[in-house]
C-alpha cells in the first residue's frame, strides 16, 4: 500500500509521454477529500537545483506548508532548462490543479531523469487529465504511483511502518546520483498521524540526515533531489516521538533500496566508524572511505585491502591516530593497532563473496560512531553512466 | 639526464628484490662530493602518513635541510606497518649511508607500493650496497633511477629545465591515488642554482602547489607521497623567481606525465574554470569537477553530457549562479546562460574523440580562474584496482 497506507489519500501512476519508451513517468498523490493537510520537505543543496525544487519550494512558503497533492515525473530532470523549465514545472501543478479542484499552489512537484534537456510540455500536457482520473485508494493504485517516478531503478521502493495508533508510508526512487546531502532521489512520505507543519519539518529533517543522508553510492549531489512528507490528521494526534521513529525507520528501508538497486553495483556495503572523537568526525571519516574509488573498487574484487581503507581515515581530515586503529571485514579482524593481524582469510573471503558485506573501523580515541550504507564500483556503473544513449 | 642535469649530483637505480618480478625496485641520489645541500620537501596530509614519510621529516629537521641523498624503493610502501616499518626505513638510510661515507641523518627516504605489508628488510638489506657501487653521472644512471620507482606506471617520468645560468631536473612516479594535496606519487628535483634551504623550501611548496596539487585522477590522497628538491649550488647564486619558474615547469611536465599514465585512463582532460568569484572557488568548482565519476564516465563514453558538469559546479560549495553559467567542449560552447545551446555537434564529437580533451566552464561571477588535469573513468581503472593480485 506504500503511500496509500496511511487514511486519506488517494494516487495513482500513468504515462504522460516523456519517456519515448512509453514507460510510466507521471506520478499523483492527493488527499482523498481535497483538503490541504500539513506537509514538510527537505530538498537538495545543490545551488543548480532545478525548476520543479525551486516551485515547491515557493508552493511551501505561500501555502504555509498546507498542501493537497504532489505531482511527479520521471525521464526528464527539468534541470538546467532556464525559464521555460520553471513555467513548464507551474504548468504541470496548474494542470494538475484544475483537474482535481485545487489550488495551484497547493500542489508540490518533483521531477527526476536527464539534466539540461527542454521539458517537452507541450507534447505531454494535454496527457495529464487522463492519469487523474485513475486516482484509486487501493495497492494497486500504489503500486503504479511508485513504478512510475523509476528511471534506471529496477524495481519499485516501497515501504510501510505502522506505528500505535497512526501508519507511515513511502514511496521512492534512486539508483545514481546518490550521495549525503541527498542523492537524485525523489520520495514522498504519508502519515495519518495529527502534527502542526513544524514539527513535521523538524523530524522530516532529522529522519532524512539519519538515513538519506548516510547513503553515498556515486558521491553527486543531484539537481532535484526532494522528500516530501504529507499528514492527513486523519488517524489523529501522535507522539511526536514516535513519529519520527516510523519516519525515520521508512526512509532507512528507503534508503536500502536505494543502495540494493544502485546502478551497476554487486554489493552493498554496510559501512561502521566508531571510536570517533565525535559522531560527526565518525560521520566523516565514514564518508571518506564512502567515497574512495580505490575501496569501491576493492569491494568489487573482493580484496581485503585494509591499506586502502585506513589510508582513507587518514585522510578524513578528523582526529586519527594510526597507532590505534582496527579494522574487520564481516566481525574478523584484519588490522589491529594500524598494522596486519593474522587471522581466518577463508571466514573473510566468504564474508566478502556474499552480497551484503559489513566493514567496520574503530578509531579508539573517543565514542563517535556513524554508519554508511555504499556500493561497490565495477564495470556495471561504467556501462550505465558512460553515454545517456 | 633527468635528475643528473644539473651539476652535482650522481644517481643509480637497481633491484634490491622487494617486488617478486626482479624488476628495478631501489633509486639512489646523492651528492657527487659526498657533501650535505640545501634541500626542501613536501609531504602528504594524510595522517596515516608512512614510516618513510616520518623517518624524512625528522631528517630534515635534524639536519636543518641540508642532505646528502635520497634513498627510494617501490613495491611495498611500508604503511601501516608499525614500528617496525619505521625501523626498517631507517635502516634503508643508514645502510645506504655506510655505503656512501655519509651521516645516516643526510640521508631521505621515499617508498611507493602497497600498503600494510611488513617490509622484507632482511631479505633485501644484503643487495643494498652492491647497488649503491653502480652510481653514476651519465644519462643511463639517471634513467636506472627513474625506472627503478615505477609500481603501475608504464613509462619513466623525467623531465630537464634550463634557466638562465642553472638547470633544473627532476623524476617521479605516479599512476594511482592521485589527488590535489598530494598524491601517491614521489618525485625528486634536482638543481644546481644556490639558494638557501628556506628560500628553496618556499619556493618548492608554492611549485607543488600549482602543478601536482592541480591534478585530480582518483581523488585519493595516499599515505607515501614525497617531493624532494636538493640544490647542489654548483652554478652558483640565481635569481629565486626564476627557480621557481623553473621548478614549477618541472613539476608541471612530471603531473602531466601522470595524467598521461594514470592507471587505465583513455584520455587527459584539461579541465578550466573561470568566471570564480576567487581563485580559491575556481579550484574548489573545478575539483568537484573532476573528482566526479559521472563527469569521468562521460568522458570514457565520449558523451558531451554537460548537465553533469553543471551539477558539479552546483554542488562545490561556492558562489554560482545557474542563470550565468557556459561549458564549452574544444572551444564549442554547449551551455549558455545555463541552458542548452545550439552547436556544432561534430564539432564536439571529433573533439571529444582525442585523446587530451578540453573542458571549459565560465561562472560569468568574478576573476577567479584555475585549471586542473583530470581523467576519465572506464573498464581499465576497474581492472587495475579490483585486486592486489
Request: aromatic content about 4%.
Amino acid at each position: 500500500m506504500s503511500v496509500l497506507a496511511p487514511k486519506g489519500f488517494i494516487a495513482t501512476g500513468g504515462s504522460m509521454g516523456i519517456k519515448p519508451t512509453g514507460r510510466p513517468d507521471v506520478a499523483l498523490l492527493t488527499t482523498a477529500n481535497g483538503l490541504p493537510v500539513a506537509a514538510a520537505a527537505t530538498f537538495t543543496t545543490n545551488k543548480a537545483a532545478a525548476a520543479p525544487v525551486q516551485v515547491s519550494r515557493r508552493h511551501l512558503e505561500t501555502t504555509g506548508h498546507q498542501v493537497t497533492s504532489v505531482v511527479l515525473t520521471s525521464g526528464n530532470a527539468n534541470a538546467a532548462t532556464g525559464e521555460a523549465g520553471e513555467a513548464a514545472a507551474m504548468r504541470l501543478c496548474s494542470e494538475t490543479a484544475l483537474a482535481l479542484g485545487v489550488a495551484p499552489t497547493s500542489v508540490l512537484i518533483a521531477q527526476t531523469g536527464l539534466i539540461g534537456i527542454p521539458f517537452p510540455l507541450e507534447a505531454t500536457i494535454h496527457q495529464l487529465a487522463p492519469i487523474v482520473a485513475t486516482l484509486g485508494d487501493d495497492e494497486a493504485a500504489a503500486h503504479r504511483a511508485a513504478e512510475a517516478i523509476m528511471t534506471t531503478d529496477t524495481f519499485a521502493k516501497e515501504v510501510v511502518v505502522t506505528g500505535s495508533g497512526f501508519t507511515v508510508g513511502g514511496m521512492a526512487k534512486g539508483a545514481a546520483m546518490l550521495a549525503p546531502k541527498m542523492a537524485t532521489m525523489l520520495c514522498v512520505l504519508t502519515t495519518d498521524a495529527a502534527l502542526p507543519s513544524d514539527q513535521l519539518q523538524a523530524l522530516l529533517r532529522r529522519s532524512v540526515e539519519h538515513s538519506f543522508n548516510r547513503l553515498l553510492t556515486d558521491g553527486a549531489i543531484s539537481t532535484n533531489d526532494t522528500v516530501i512528507l504529507l499528514a492527513s490528521g486523519e488517524a489523529g494526534p501522535a507522539d511526536p516521538h514516535e513519529v519520527e521513529a516510523a519516519v525515520t525507520d521508512a526512509c532507512q528501508q528507503l534508503a536500502e533500496m536505494m543502495a540494493e538497486d544502485a546502478e551497476g553495483a554487486t554489493k552493498v556495503i554496510h559501512l561502521i566508524v566508531k571510536g570517533a572523537a565525535s559522531d560527526e568526525e565518525a560521520h566523516l571519516a565514514a564518508r571518506n572511505v564512502a567515497d574512495s574509488l580505490l575501496v569501491k573498487c576493492s569491494f568489487n574484487g573482493e580484496d581485503p585491502y585494509w591499506g586502502r581503507v585506513v589510508s582513507e581515515l587518514g585522510s578524513a581530515g578528523v582526529a586519527f591516530d594510526l597507532h590505534r586503529v582496527t579494522v574487520s571485514y564481516g566481525g574478523t579482524m584484519v588490522c589491529e593497532d594500524g598494522i596486519a593481524k593474522t587471522h581466518d582469510a577463508a571466514a573473510v573471503a566468504a564474508h566478502l563473496a556474499e552480497r551484503h558485506v559489513t566493514l567496520e573501523c574503530d578509531l579508539n580515541l573517543g565514542s563517535g560512531s556513524a554508519t554508511m550504507l555504499t556500493v561497490d564500483l565495477g564495470y556495471g556503473y561504467i556501462d550505465e553512466n558512460r553515454t545517456t544513449s
